[in-house]
């Protein structure tokens, strides 16, 4: 029904470090999980392979291009398109890594994004530039945790 992209970003658009988040806050966990749940999920083997396992109570796919590969608690697929035909119907949440949210960004018409009033030098992967003047705004929520502050856009096209 609806395809959506969901990723928390630094000031220079910086998703992860080492196969990893950069930033962790519970209050930005906890609206991801909310988001979320109940609804498809789409992500990269990097990104499968960073999480501990499949997320609960939601339908989790996985996009790799190995044929062998075994995603205990998900559905492979091997392209976009097999991606997108398999979840026809389902209101689907694209979930990184920065290759996937590049190939999926103009599939998608709301991006919901945390963005985090911080830095990190050392990134290596970062959310794909896009022009915010083909989406309409409106702030969910502010949060400040450590003296980091940071926000929940819904971008919608
Ligand atoms: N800040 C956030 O919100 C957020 C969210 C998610 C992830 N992250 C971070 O992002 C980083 C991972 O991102 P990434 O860009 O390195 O990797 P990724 O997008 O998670 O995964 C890339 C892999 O997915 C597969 N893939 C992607 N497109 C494909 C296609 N069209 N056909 C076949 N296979 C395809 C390939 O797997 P194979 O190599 O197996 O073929 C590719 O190597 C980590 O640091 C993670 O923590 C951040």
Excluded: Q
């Amino acid at each position: 029904m609806s395809v959506s992209i969901i990723a928390a970003i630094g000031k220079n658009r910086e998703l992860g470090k080492n196969n990893d988040l950069i930033w962790h806050f519970k209050e930005d966990m906890k609206f991801f999980r909310n988001t979320t749940i109940g609804n498809t999920v789409v992500m990269g083997r990097k990104t499968f392979e960073s999480l501990p396992h499949a997320l609960p109570d939601r339908r989790n796919i996985v996009i790799t291009s190995d044929k062998n590969y075994n995603a205990d608690g998900a559905e492979v697929v091997s392209s976009v398109e097999e991606a997108v035909e398999k979840t026809k119907g389902d209101n689907v949440f694209v979930i990184g890594g920065g290759k996937v949210y590049s190939e999926f960004l103009n599939l998608s018409d709301k991006l919901y994004l945390t963005e985090i009033d911080a830095e990190c030098k050392d990134a290596d992967v970062f959310f794909p530039e896009f022009d915010k003047a083909e989406y309409s705004a409106v702030k969910l929520s502010d949060f400040t945790v450590d003296s980091i502050h940071f926000s929940h856009v819904l971008y919608s096209k």
